[in-house]
T-cell receptor, first 112, second 114 residues
């Protein structure tokens, strides 16, 4: 079945440093989504990428979808303490059931 | 607007006891519904999904079961809990069909089996 690998598992940064997490799928995806889970909370949808090579930005966050639609990345510029949490990528295979395969997540810690 | 509810928020149960977790969605019709389990510090494991009343698909073999008695109600059950059933259980919904299938998660239930 479809597998989504995400690295790194953990990332510790000083406030102001940049952060990047990478996601790779074993199969071509119809779209990829990114979620953020704050400590003790539930995952919250951030963004969806659909087109090959697509790049989207949300303030300090930049999301990319690979040309082959099998990989993606999330880059945060100048991290802040509010960025702390776990970032998940989730790949969709294109069924109408809306099933997603989640990566294991990257736990981001930001030291002030 | 749509909202999703889960209860209870936390639960401590002895091994061998039954389980019933409930999830309800408001403000939408015919949603896709999902149950996930998240072990501490780990990713999300899809347990069940449903595309309609009475329609349940299981993703992993286990001693859990799911039911969807009403359009916007999703229930996770077990007849006898195991220690390995401990975790954070999340219910989610998405719009049926279409290319945009972002999922909206409930607040979750933290289950500890002792």
């Amino acid at each position: 079945g479809q597998q989504v690998m995400q690295i790194p598992q953990y990332q510790h940064v000083q406030e102001g440093e940049d952060f990047t997490t990478y996601c790779n799928s074993s199969t071509t995806l119809s779209n990829i989504q990114w979620y953020k889970q704050r400590p003790g909370g539930h995952p919250v949808f951030l963004i969806q990428l659909v087109k090959s090579g697509e790049v989207k930005k949300q303030k300090r966050l930049t999301f990319q979808f690979g040309e082959a639609k099998k990989n993606s990345s999330l880059h945060i510029t100048a991290t802040q303490t509010t960025d702390v949490g776990t970032y998940f990528c989730a790949g969709a295979g294109g069924t109408s059931y809306g099933k997603l395969t989640f990566g294991q997540g990257t736990i981001l810690t930001v030291h002030p | 607007s749509q909202t999703i509810h889960q209860w209870p928020a936390t639960l401590v149960q002895p091994v061998g006891s039954p389980l019933s977790l409930e999830c309800t969605v408001e403000g939408t019709s015919n949603p896709n519904l999902y149950w996930y389990r998240q072990a501490a510090g780990r990713g999300l494991q899809l347990l069940f999904y449903s595309v309609g009343i009475g329609q349940i698909s299981s993703e992993v073999p286990q001693n859990l079961s799911a039911s969807r008695p009403q359009d916007r109600q999703f229930i996770l059950s077990s007849k006898k809990l195991l220690l390995s059933d401990s975790g954070f259980y999340l219910c989610a919904w998405s719009v049926w069909g279409g290319p945009y299938n972002e999922q909206f998660f409930g607040p979750g239930t933290r289950l500890t089996v002792l």
